[in-house]
T-cell receptor
Framework: GAGVSQSPSNKVTEKGKDVELRCDPISGHTALYWYRQSLGQGLEFLIYFQGNSAPDKSGLPSDRFSAERTGGSVSTLTIQRTQQEDSAVYLC????????????FGQGTRLTVV | GEDVEQSLFLSVREGDSSVINCTYTDSSSTYLYWYKQEPGAGLQLLTYIFSNMDMKQDQRLTVLLNKKDKHLSLRIADTQTGDSAIYFCAESFYNQGGKLIFGQGTELSVKP
């Protein structure tokens, strides 16, 4: 596709349920990032994939959060046993592998935990 | 550790200049960025500056970097109502790939 695509655009889930958020990066972009945007918290780094290297998971807030990237393309962010504080917009971005190339962001998935 | 701070709100009149400020704590950053987020839209890269530069100008945008004070600013000349958005500064680091550390964002409101 032309840009980074995220699905669903909105997700409402009950506390305690698991959710999966999907990101389709721009074709050819080997770097993929997940960020979380919470009200009053700004943008928080979650995880970074670069090619076949081990992902940088240093931003994941708890072991309820995990992410994988299959075939170096599509990525899924999974949140288990969701809590109300997980409510946020989850943004995915992708870029070329060079250190300073523009990261293109998707529109985000708005997650609401009720 | 890494910490990036911005003031939360700025209001200006159309035609005036806007200056959005950002401070950061980690001096090992390699690049510093300004992103724009319009309502209901994703983040858009506006401009960036390499950490050994002092200034970068791009049409109506001027970025100033004071490494000694760890202070970054974005000046928008002749601000228009279409510039109303949230502006985020961010930094990246040599040994951390393209990972970005963002500030909280400054909401710019441009009044006619």
């Amino acid at each position: 596709g032309a840009g980074v695509s995220q699905s669903p655009s909105n997700k409402v889930t009950e506390k305690g349920k698991d959710v999966e958020l999907r990101c389709d990066p721009i074709s050819g972009h080997t770097a993929l990032y997940w960020y979380r945007q919470s009200l009053g918290q700004g943008l928080e780094f979650l995880i970074y994939f670069q090619g076949n290297s081990a992902p940088d998971k240093s931003g994941l807030p708890s072991d309820r959060f995990s992410a994988e990237r299959t075939g170096g393309s599509v990525s899924t962010l999974t949140i288990q046993r969701t809590q109300q504080e997980d409510s946020a917009v989850y943004l995915c971005a992708s870029s070329l592998p060079d250190r300073n190339t523009e990261a293109f962001f998707g529109q985000g998935t708005r997650l609401t935990v009720v | 550790g890494e910490d990036v701070e911005q003031s939360l709100f700025l209001s200006v009149r159309e035609g005036d200049s806007s200056v959005i400020n950002c401070t950061y704590t980690d001096s090992s950053s390699t690049y510093l960025y300004w992103y724009k987020q319009e309502p209901g839209a994703g983040l858009q890269l506006l401009t960036y500056i390499f950490s050994n530069m002092d200034m970068k100008q791009d049409q109506r945008l001027t970025v100033l970097l004071n490494k000694k004070d760890k202070h970054l600013s974005l000046r928008i000349a002749d601000t228009q109502t279409g510039d109303s958005a949230i502006y985020f500064c961010a930094e990246s680091f040599y040994n951390q790939g393209g990972k970005l550390i963002f500030g909280q964002g400054t909401e710019l409101s441009v009044k006619p």
